[in-house]
């Protein structure tokens, strides 16, 4: 896992508000923060943790996190969407 993966994968997942309304929006970012904390070395797997607290007005934010194996915090994100039902 290099810097390129790290980000890639903080982006690549679905918006976590689909697992409680479905996949029946379109979630285009607004903006994204992202911290990277450790590049894991050796790792083969890492956990990711992404969830949705609220929406409000059209907007959601989204909180990621990225640990590795050995329980070290590789990133930490911050999403803002829009919410649009198709």
Request: negative net charge.
């Amino acid at each position: 896992m290099d810097l390129y993966a790290i980000l890639l994968m903080v982006d690549a997942f679905p918006p976590a508000v689909f697992a409680s309304q479905g996949m029946v929006a379109w979630v285009p970012t607004l903006e994204m923060s992202v911290s990277i904390r450790n590049i894991p070395e050796g790792c083969r797997r890492l956990l990711c943790g992404f969830k949705t607290n609220f929406i409000n007005c059209g907007l959601i934010e989204e909180d990621g996190e990225i640990w590795d194996e050995k329980g070290g915090l590789v990133a930490i994100s911050r999403q803002i969407a829009q919410y649009r039902k198709l």
